[in-house]
């Protein structure tokens, strides 16, 4: 199994960032995948999840400004962060749950002025 995000970066508050990650190893087309964030003396919080039918669930922090969607032609899951705030700040992972849930090494989102 492997998940590789990218698109993190450098944004100011009111901004926006759209968040990828290819996925290979497993059967991208049935399995769940999620992104969840994880700041520094944090634990790892969960943000958001799509199921293989496309329903979609959002952490209330989160709800109306982010978007989750997949591709599953290309084996690919996104999350599209609009209206960010400072309190977004965090290295960001993608999850497939399998048997066990497996994670990206993470990207770094950083909202500042």
């Known amino acids: 199994v492997q998940l590789v995000e990218s698109g993190g970066g450098l944004v100011q508050p009111g901004g926006s960032l759209r968040l990828s990650c290819v996925a290979s190893g497993f059967n991208f087309r049935t399995t769940a995948m999620s992104w969840a964030r994880q700041t520094t003396g944090k634990g790892r919080e969960w943000v958001s999840g799509?199921?293989?039918?496309?329903?979609?669930l959002y952490a209330e922090s989160v709800e109306g400004r982010f978007t989750i969607s997949r591709d599953n032609a290309k084996n690919m899951v996104y999350l599209q962060m609009n209206n960010l705030k400072p309190e977004d700040t965090a290295v960001y992972y993608c999850g497939a749950s399998l048997t066990q849930d497996y994670w990206g090494q993470g990207t770094q989102v950083t909202v500042s002025s």
């Open positions: 799509i199921y293989s039918d496309g329903d979609k």
